[in-house]
């Protein structure tokens, strides 16, 4: 269960460094982003699936996630100076 936890961890922590996110105090695999226009289009653009309302997104990353799909979404929504 450790093992499980610290893989969701690494893969939110690296969205949140790639989008410039500040580290929560706790530890979390769930990453809440708002402002980012068109968010849900550009997540379906490349296959992605989030929780989205307005201009938020609600990302929670799993065993199932890897690297590949932290940079997927990191291209899909792009730099946060973007929006």
Request: no cysteine.
């Amino acid at each position: 269960m450790e093992a499980i936890n610290r893989h969701d961890v690494s893969l939110a922590n690296a969205f949140r460094e790639g989008m410039g996110i500040p580290m929560p105090r706790v530890a979390s695999p769930i990453v809440s982003v708002r402002g980012i226009p068109d968010a849900e289009q550009r997540l379906d653009g490349q296959g992605l699936r989030a929780s989205v309302r307005g201009d938020g997104v609600r990302l929670a990353f799993h065993l199932y996630n890897n690297q590949e799909d932290v940079q997927k979404v990191l291209r899909a929504l792009g730099p946060r100076r973007a929006w």
